[in-house]
């Protein structure tokens, strides 16, 4: 009977996981550390209370930095690197790459889970269902949503389809390289 370790799925990948610090793209980062994969975790602080009746927990996660996730990756046994990145400013983009080719190895996973949300709306009432404060959509508040939630996600996308290729990746995973995108939605 042979003692040999087993192999963890993930094992010797490298994650990209957007708006990380805290939520849905945190508990993604854990996941893929348990799965064995080195992540890349960005966030961006929010001071900015979020509009509605959200708990206050959210408003201090939101203004958290990334050390938490970055210990829970860690506690796994797994490499992780924060770094604090405005996604709607496009030449971040090929910034977060440098950084986890630089500390991690090129990227094999993109979650794109950070979102610009802001609390607008479509509706002329100033409530949405559940009683939450809500402001009508403007052109600056879709812009800033965009931002972020369209154009970072495209751009995020296509550095990582221009770095596989040039190393030589398929989407397909014939060369061994087995990349994912993944394009996360949040939902308040």
């Known amino acids: ?68 996730v970055v210990a829970a990756v860690e506690s796994h046994g797994r490499r992780a690197v924060a770094t604090e990145a405005d996604l709607s400013d496009p030449s971040t983009i090929s910034a977060l790459f440098d950084t986890a080719e630089s500390s991690l190895g090129p990227v094999d996973i993109v979650i794109n889970n950070a979102s610009g949300w ?22 600056d508040t879709f812009d800033r949503v965009m931002a972020v939630d369209g154009r970072a996600s495209a751009l995020v996308i296509g550095e990582f389809a221009r770095r596989l290729a040039a190393r030589g990746g398929a989407w397909d995973g014939s060369s061994g390289s087995r990349p994912a995108v993944h394009q996360g939605s949040r939902v308040r």
């Open 1 to 68: 009977m042979s003692m040999t370790s087993p192999t963890l799925p993930l094992e010797g990948r490298v994650a990209i996981v957007t708006g990380a610090n805290h939520g849905i793209g945190a508990a993604t980062a854990r996941r893929l550390a348990a799965l064995g994969a080195d992540v890349l975790i960005t966030y961006l602080r929010n001071t900015n209370p979020a509009s509605g009746d959200v708990p206050p927990e959210y408003t201090t996660q939101r203004a958290a930095d990334a050390g938490a």
């Open 118 to 139: 802001i609390g607008d709306t479509f509706r002329a009432s100033d409530k949405d269902d559940l009683d939450r404060d809500v402001a009508p959509i403007t052109a």
